[in-house]
């Protein structure tokens, strides 16, 4: 589907301790007289920065270059997209992100900041025509190239990375006891480590065992996954595996998205929420064969309607910072160690189809209700607000 585009007014700038480049230890910089990106060296701090912007379609973005005493002749600098700042970012944030095409990208020739005086005029940056089908995760670094000027170029504030992000708006289907999709035949997967996550919405929590998740597992135990068990509120998620469960902290709320994600791995089992970690187990093992996987699966006692989107099922144990980073987003079907990956954005029919290589669809007994609602996972509980 076209959409008219704009760049989301909204820009974070992620906190230091979670995005600086140059590490735990990165130490401010020493300015006689430098040459720098200002929007990467804020008033308190001159550490390197990281931008997180929404896109829709083409945006404009404005930096400024800036000298800390101005010089008597006019200074000429160029700019340049810096794909090595990107591969450091990726290594120490366990990400995945893809440098911008330079298609994509217009960055003027030349930046003139003139005698005088300390900053440029404003420099646009143009983004456009991002592909929005593959999956990848953009970003675009760029970096201070050259300069004529006899300053040098600070090592940190002269870079800049753009995180960007083009909203996940999809449909969803409504499920409940009737449609029980799971996938055919036996997949045979031996893992010692592996992921379960998702976006669920619940209508309601009227009885115990309502099962979201149930993976047949052919070793170690099951993956079972519900909220309410005999002695566990209704509305508190539970996870049964290797012959023990423990409950989430999280009590949660009717008619409201929730992203969870299930880590286990290292004899650990993690639940996170919306991101966050809320609870775990410690685990003897964590050995699995994994055969198969079922949603809403437990029968008469599933009793609501369950909504669900981008459920993907990995064979290692994803960190936090991996969860956070592509939550709210797509991944590419070729994400190393996906299992399957369900993006339940079909429109209609009956079949979840698997959008990873592995052709692990899962097929309802009944069809699930397609009512063309689009959710935006950006901020899908926007609308009940």
């Known amino acids: 589907m076209q959409r008219q585009m704009k ?65 008597d002749t006019d200074v000429h600098a160029t700019l340049a997209i810096a794909p090595e700042f990107m591969e450091e970012y990726n290594a120490k944030n366990d990400a995945s992100y893809v440098t911008l095409p330079v298609e994509c990208v217009e960055l003027p020739s030349e930046v003139v900041i003139p005698a005088g005086s300390i900053s440029s005029e404003p420099v646009e940056i143009v983004i456009k025509d991002i ?6 995760a953009y970003c675009l670094p760029i970096k201070i190239a050259s300069s004529d000027a006899p ?55 009227p009885i115990n065992n309502q099962a979201i998740f149930n993976g047949a597992v052919s070793a170690g135990t099951e993956i079972y996954i519900r909220f309410g068990d005999a002695d566990v509120p209704y509305d508190v998620l539970q996870i049964k595996t290797h012959g023990s469960q ?3 902290n999280t009590v949660f709320e009717p008619a409201t998205w929730y992203h969870i994600a299930f880590v286990c791995g290292n004899n650990k089992c993690i639940l996170y929420v919306n991101g966050q970690q809320d609870a775990s187990m410690d685990l003897s093992s964590t050995d699995y064969v994994i055969e198969n996987l079922q949603l809403c699966s437990s029968g008469s006692y599933f009793r609501t309607n369950c909504k669900m989107a981008q ?3 990995w064979s290692r144990a994803l ?15 070729t994400s190393e160690g996906l299992i399957g990956y369900w993006k339940l954005n079909e429109g209609s029919g009956d079949i979840y189809h698997d959008s990873s290589p592995n052709g692990r669809n899962l097929t309802c007994q009944q069809t699930p209700d397609w009512t063309g609602e689009m959710v935006n996972f950006s ?4 609308s009940a607000e």
């Open 7 to 71: 760049l989301h007014s909204k820009i974070t700038v992620l906190t230091l301790s979670a995005i600086v480049l140059a590490g735990c230890n990165a130490k401010y910089e020493t300015i006689g007289n430098g040459l720098y990106i200002n929007e990467a060296a804020p008033s308190d701090r001159f550490t390197q920065q990281v931008v997180n912007i929404t896109v829709e379609g083409e945006a404009t973005t404005t930096i400024h270059l800036r000298l800390a005493q101005a010089l």
């Open 131 to 136: 592909p929005t089908d593959d999956g990848y």
């Open 151 to 205: 300053v040098e170029i600070m090592e940190v504030s002269g870079r800049l990375i753009y995180l960007i992000t083009t909203p996940l708006i999809q449909t969803v289907p409504t499920m409940d006891s009737s449609t029980f999709p799971e996938g055919s035949g036996d997949w045979n997967l031996s893992t010692n480590a592996w992921t379960l996550e998702g976006w669920v919405w619940m209508g309601s929590f």
């Open 246 to 248: 423990f409950n989430s």
């Open 311 to 313: 459920v993907r099922f």
């Open 319 to 333: 960190s936090q910072n991996a969860i956070q980073d592509a939550m709210n987003r797509e991944v590419p079907g």
């Open 379 to 382: 901020n899908p509980n926007a």
